[in-house]
């Protein structure tokens, strides 16, 4: 390893065929001060950093450099932002507008003019209104775009909006802890890892997961020796920094946590001035947890009862300096919302909800509502579709707007037609078979994206969006210890026929006659208008990208004995949950055995790589150099068993029988159990068009076809699958 | 003045925005790096251990591939910084073969790159790039002769190692432990 080959150690790489036409005549690094910087936040993932984004005399963007101003990033991006350039520059972009053609019996995409495609999806959304009511176009989305298309949506008379942040992703966490603290997580997450004295992890890997100010905090705690547990079946990076790594049996995690609070009870180490000043329901969670000891939960989760004593102990002397953090991604296995309880309840005990190095009050700025007329009332909803059923989904549930589009289903209403914005549907859910046929059975799909990702071959109209680097956009005002805003705004012009979706969506409006609620020529008078009420300007943010505002909602912590109201049915922080009660759940978590792999099959584990967003990152040329493929890790153990190599190329099967498309490297390393592998989330892209990352890897999304549903939010668990190695079928088609 | 980095491998979580940031401001082109990552994994399950490092040019006291280029292009600057003039380089990679490091490599362009500790950027009295983005600040840089440097300063207290002592190149890259 060394220079030249871009490299990183965990995957064996080699670049091939490097870029050797490209004269870089022009080496010499250009100075800060022969550039412009213009302020952005970064939309290659959902942390939303704030930076600048410098420009050169040629209008070439030379580097984004994060707003030392912004909590989000403190003036370090993470290396897919660092790295965003390339979604600018990469040269497999979506250039015009597109339209599907069936030419001799055979669909292709023809390039058109903005009108003609605007047009076109207009009168498809006039056409679907009139027929089954505006009820019946429904919105996919993710990120920036999301919200310019809802208000489209929403004027238009339609509600059904869903993003795959729901019940492919966080949806539990928000779950379990509003049950308990009657507040969402939300994000940024308001844990305060930069005071905390005992950071537990639940399968999180943090610095794989690069969500940039956690992951600066978690490094500042390992600076200072705070204490890390980690639980993981594999060793994480994280967990390789932990003072204790705990290699759980997978699907097991909700009998440790159970254990824990056995332990917190019966030992006398909770927190007893804070539970019983703020929380209900102890008596009967001491009950239930009685038999749950350590013994019970050796069984099951493979770890000794010293370690779980031991590490219940460490938590209780930090407390109430202790985060059991949530997580994120965390449909897991279908219970993921009690999972996500349990979780939440062990901070009750612990008292670090409200408290220094626990979880702060995070607090955001409001953004000024824009005048528009009010929207019209939908026909329905996606929440009438659900007879009932997952009472808690408080976001829609994509695979059940999916499902809804698919008549043979019986949904009582229908869906007939897509936006899909920012979202690469194909790769982000479960259950391939479900988007199919949802897909083919609908009669118009738009795609909004700025690449040719997989969902725009379903597509019949192709809308080219230009990158967050060349447009303006809603301002940010996420959640954090200080409230703030940043701006978006374009630091060169849209490369291509490409345009913002403010503009897309905006354009689409007022062909359909609701030019009332796009009542302004340019975004940027918008976000100057709500910017003025803010007591800030345009012109102010322009120069500065940030503002941060005085906090209006009190302090971020509890004082000790302040009264305080959570926000639940009893005003308490609810260890036994009224709310599950009501609705005919468990009012406290009951652990439940998962499936285990058969003989020859392993437990398909995924996650993220520091340098990767989903599928979405995986063209970019500067992201691509430093991490071209997946591989699947193996433990050496099972390599012996299958006479595997480090680099051989294998396909997978899973249990139902579905092969990958691709082969993927096989890299055997101890960081993994002899019962799991583990495969980095958003490869084996099966577009041609993405001509860097096509063929690379696998797609983990494509393995996962048993999914196991949360009935409480619609969650959908994705780590019940299994696969198995095929090593006899030619590697042929990853150098297709 | 000398100049050295301190890599905190504790701390490092491998992410890489380092290279890419390197290569965004150095202008490095693509399927190239001045710097890159290294995992090493010791032990076997559930006894394991991973150290991760961020690695570039030493920028040896004692260069070996100043020493052996024919033509001066590969020289020592203020500060013990090694640099190659591109003017001057025939690209024969004589240099590349005498780096225990590997740390060099062949540009596009005909000539031999390689890390230059940001030179451009110290001269204005920033820090290198890959030092201003590590999202752990896991880097430190500095003049390891002025003890109050922040690479002095995170030496200080910590058991540390260079890489291929045995060299004799005197590296000053040095990996806390
Ligand atoms: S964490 Fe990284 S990718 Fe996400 S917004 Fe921040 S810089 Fe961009
Ligand atoms: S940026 Fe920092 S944490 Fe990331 S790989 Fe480089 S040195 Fe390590
Ligand atoms: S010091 Fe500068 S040239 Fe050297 S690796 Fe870091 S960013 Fe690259």
Redesign the interface.
């Known amino acids: 390893m060394g220079a030249g080959a871009t490299a990183i150690g965990l995957s064996t790489l080699n670049i091939a065929g490097l870029n050797l036409a490209k004269a870089a005549s022009s080496d010499i690094p250009v100075s800060d001060e022969e550039m412009t910087s213009f302020p952005t936040y970064c939309e290659v993932c959902f942390w939303k950093c704030a930076g600048w984004a410098y420009v050169d005399k040629n209008k070439n963007i030379r580097k984004i450099i994060g707003n030392t101003e912004d909590p989000h990033c403190n003036g370090r991006l993470c290396p897919r932002g660092t790295g965003g350039v390339g979604m600018y520059t990469d040269e497999d972009r979506l250039k015009t507008p597109l339209i599907r053609e069936t030419v001799n019996g055979e669909q292709v995409f023809r390039k058109a003019s903005w009108e003609e495609a605007l047009d076109l999806v207009a009168s498809k959304m006039k056409d679907v209104a009139y027929k089954y009511g505006p009820a019946s176009f429904a919105l996919f989305n993710h990120g920036a775009p999301g919200s310019h298309f809802k208000h489209l949506l929403h004027a238009y008379g339609s509600e059904n909006e869903g993003e795959p942040a729901w019940a492919q992703c966080r949806g539990p966490r928000e779950v379990g802890f509003s049950a308990t603290f009657g507040s969402w997580i939300g994000s940024p997450e308001p844990t305060d890892i930069r005071d905390t004295n005992c950071l537990v992890l639940i399968g999180s890997h943090i610095g794989e997961n690069m969500h940039n100010g956690q992951v600066q905090e978690v490094a500042d705690i390992i600076g200072r020796n705070a204490t890390i547990i980690t639980v993981d079946p594999r060793l994480s990076t994280v967990a390789a920094k932990s003072k204790y790594w705990l290699p759980i049996k997978p699907a097991t995690d909700l009998a440790l946590l159970l254990t824990w609070i056995h332990v917190l009870i019966y030992d006398n180490l909770y927190n007893k001035d804070y539970v019983e000043q703020y929380t209900m329901g102890f008596d009967l969670l001491k009950e239930h947890v009685k038999d749950m000891t350590p013994e019970w939960a050796y069984g099951i989760t493979t770890i000794d009862p010293a370690t779980i004593r031991k590490t219940a102990r460490e938590m209780a002397n930090a407390a109430p300096s202790v985060i059991v953090h949530p997580g994120r991604h965390v449909v897991w296995y279908g219970d993921d919302s009690q999972r996500e309880r349990a979780i939440a309840i062990l901070n009750a005990l612990l008292g670090s909800w409200g408290k220094r190095g626990g979880f702060y009050f995070k607090e955001s700025v409001a953004i000024p509502k824009y005048p528009h007329p009010a929207y019209p009332h939908p026909e329905w909803s996606w929440k009438d579709n659900l007879d009932g059923k997952y009472p808690l989904s408080s976001m829609a549930i994509t695979t059940e707007m999916l499902a809804a589009s698919i008549p043979e289903m019986g949904y009582k209403h229908q869906i007939k037609a897509w936006i899909v914005a920012g979202t690469n549907l194909p790769l982000t859910i479960p259950n391939k078979d479900l988007f199919k046929n949802a897909a083919e059975a609908v009669e118009f799909i738009a795609v909004v994206d700025t690449m040719p990702m997989e969902i725009t071959g379903y597509a019949d109209v192709v809308l080219p969006e230009c990158t967050y680097l060349e447009r303006y956009d809603t301002l940010r005002a996420a959640p954090h210890r200080e409230p703030n805003v940043a701006l978006r705004m374009p630091a060169v012009e849209p490369k291509y026929e490409t345009k913002p979706s403010w503009w897309i969506a905006k354009q689409l409006g007022e062909r359909l006659g609701l030019a009332d609620y796009y009542n302004y020529d340019d975004y940027a008078d918008v976000l100057d208008w709500q910017l003025k009420k803010m007591g800030t300007s345009l012109e102010e943010m322009r120069r500065i990208g940030i503002k941060k505002f005085d906090r209006q909602s009190g302090p971020l912590y509890l004082a000790d004995g302040e009264e305080y109201h959570f926000n639940t049915n009893s005003g308490k922080i609810e260890l036994y949950s009224t709310e599950f009660a009501d609705l005919g759940f468990d009012p406290m978590p009951v652990f439940t055995k998962h499936p285990e792999p058969e003989d020859g099959f392993y437990r398909l584990i995924y996650g993220r790589a520091p340098m990767h967003t989903f599928s979405r990152t995986s063209n970019n040329h500067n992201l691509f150099d430093l991490m071209n493929e997946n591989a699947v890790w193996v433990n050496p153990k099972v390599a012996e068993l299958w006479d595997l190599k480090n680099g051989q190329m294998v396909h997978l099967k899973n249990q139902d029988g579905i092969t990958s498309t691709f082969p993927v490297k096989v890299r055997v390393t101890e960081r993994i159990r002899w019962d799991s592998v583990y495969m980095v989330h958003g490869f084996g892209h099966d577009n041609k068009k993405l001509t860097r990352s096509f063929g690379r890897g696998a797609s983990d999304t494509q393995l996962i076809t048993n999914v196991m549903v949360d009935p409480m939010m619609g969650g959908t668990g994705m780590r019940g699958n299994f696969v198995t190695f095929i090593t006899d079928k030619p590697g042929k088609e990853a150098e297709a | 003045m000398r100049y050295a980095m301190a890599i905190?491998t504790?701390?490092c979580?491998?992410?890489?925005?380092c290279?890419?940031?390197c290569?965004?401001?150095?202008?490095v082109?693509?399927?190239?790096?001045?710097?890159?990552?290294?995992?090493?994994?010791s032990?076997?399950?559930?006894i394991?251990?991973?150290e991760?490092r961020s690695?570039?040019?030493n920028h040896c006291e004692n260069s070996p591939c100043v020493r052996c280029c024919p033509t001066g292009a590969s020289h020592i600057v203020e500060g013990g910084i090694v640099m190659v003039t591109?003017d001057e380089c025939i690209g024969c990679g004589a240099c590349i073969q005498s780096c225990p490091?590997?740390?060099?490599?062949?540009?596009?362009?005909g000539y031999v790159?390689?890390?230059t500790f940001?030179q451009?950027?110290l001269q204005?009295g920033?820090n290198t790039a890959c030092v201003?983005?590590?999202?752990?600040?896991?880097l430190h840089f500095g003049d390891i002769e002025d003890p109050y440097s922040d690479v002095s300063l995170a030496l200080k207290n910590r058991t540390w190692k260079v890489l291929a002592p045995e060299a004799g190149t005197k590296p000053q890259l040095y990996f806390l432990t």
């Open positions: 905190d504790r701390k979580v491998g992410c890489s925005d290279v890419v940031a290569q965004t401001e150095n202008n082109p693509h399927g190239y790096c001045r710097d890159w990552i290294v995992e090493n994994v032990g076997a399950y559930p394991v251990e991973v991760l690695e570039r040019c591109h490091y590997d740390a060099r490599y062949s540009h596009p362009d790159d390689k890390c940001c451009h950027r204005k920033q201003e983005v590590c999202p752990t600040k896991c």
